[in-house]
Every structure is written in C-alpha cells, then in structure tokens.
C-alpha cells in the first residue's frame, strides 16, 4: 500500500470506498480541502475542474475518501509544505492524531 504524507495529513490508497459515502461539498474557490490548519487559516487543498476528484465521508467511519479521475493525477497542496502529485484512484485521507498520556488524544496541529 502506497502512503503520503503532508503535515498532519495521511493519504493511503484504499481498495474501495464504502458504499454509503457521500460527497462532501466543502470546496472553496474551486478547491477540494481535505483539512483546515487549526490556527492559520491555511489548508491542505487541490485545485479541481468539473470531475477531476471529489472528496467523500461515511457514516460508518471517521476517515474521509478522495476519489482521483484525473489520468494525470492532482496536486495538493499547502502554504507551508511541498506539493503533492496524487495519481489517479481511490485514497482514505486520516487526520493524524498523536498520543500526549493514556486515553488523551488529540488531533495532530499543522
């Protein structure tokens, strides 16, 4: 399994997408944004055209989807970190979380 990394985002490619994932309408100024810095504002984002890729959730966990049409793949990217080239196909996109004592978790902060 392939994986990336860009900050406190993880991308890893996923054999499929649950089937009751829905589409997840959070796209800003013609940008898909897999996650929103907690105290800068910055994001990490692609630049999408009409069914280059959509960004999916499911009920039944607390990953996000990231689905890929574009046969050359998309480019995220971040204020603060290198681009990303994803090729096209499925991913599962997880925030990081780290652990600071037993039973405390928190998000990981980029």
Excluded: C
């Excluded at 480019?75 to 039973?103: K, N």
């Amino acid at each position: 399994m392939k994986v990336w990394r860009q900050g406190d985002v993880l991308i890893m490619e996923a054999s499929s997408i649950p089937k009751d994932a829905k589409l997840v309408p959070n796209a800003i100024e013609g940008r898909i944004v897999l996650a929103y810095g907690e105290a800068t504002g910055h994001h990490h984002s692609i630049a999408v055209a009409d069914r280059d890729a959509e960004l999916l959730e499911s009920d039944t966990t607390t990953d996000r989807f990231l689905r890929i049409m574009n046969a050359s793949g998309v480019e995220l990217t971040h204020q603060e970190h290198a681009t990303i080239t994803l090729p096209p196909g499925d991913y599962r996109v997880r925030q990081q979380r780290e652990y600071v004592a037993p039973e405390i978790e928190r998000k990981v902060l980029d």
